[in-house]
């Protein structure tokens, strides 16, 4: 898979040092990956989930240390690309809000 915006990452680790290493791990993991489909990602991450956002699209969602924090991505297994959209803590992704600006 290729990772787009591995930049932001970067960026939300240094907001959240707590989660700079298991987001490297998973950047590594993603970039090892080549998915065709959900059930193959959650080979790889068994908690990954989806979900569907106000625009209609569906997006991909993934734990990161633990249960702290949501990393919200668009998985586009036809061009094996993994886009980052947002970075939220738990707390902030149980709100929902972050539905309605995807």
Not at 58 to 79: E, K, Q, W
Request: net charge positive; hydrophobic share 45%.
């Amino acid at each position: 898979m290729r990772l787009i915006q591995r930049l932001t990452l970067r960026h939300y680790a240094a907001r959240f040092p707590e989660a700079g290493r298991p987001l490297d791990d998973w950047a590594r993991l993603v970039l090892a990956g080549s998915w065709q489909n959900l059930v193959e990602t959650r080979r790889m991450f068994p908690h990954a989930d989806q979900a569907k956002v106000k625009s209609g699209k569906t997006v991909a969602i993934f734990n990161v240390c633990g249960n702290d924090f949501r990393l919200i991505t668009a998985i586009h297994y036809d061009r094996q690309k993994v886009f980052v959209l947002n970075f939220l803590t738990h707390a902030e992704y149980s709100r929902n809000v972050w539905k309605n600006r995807l």
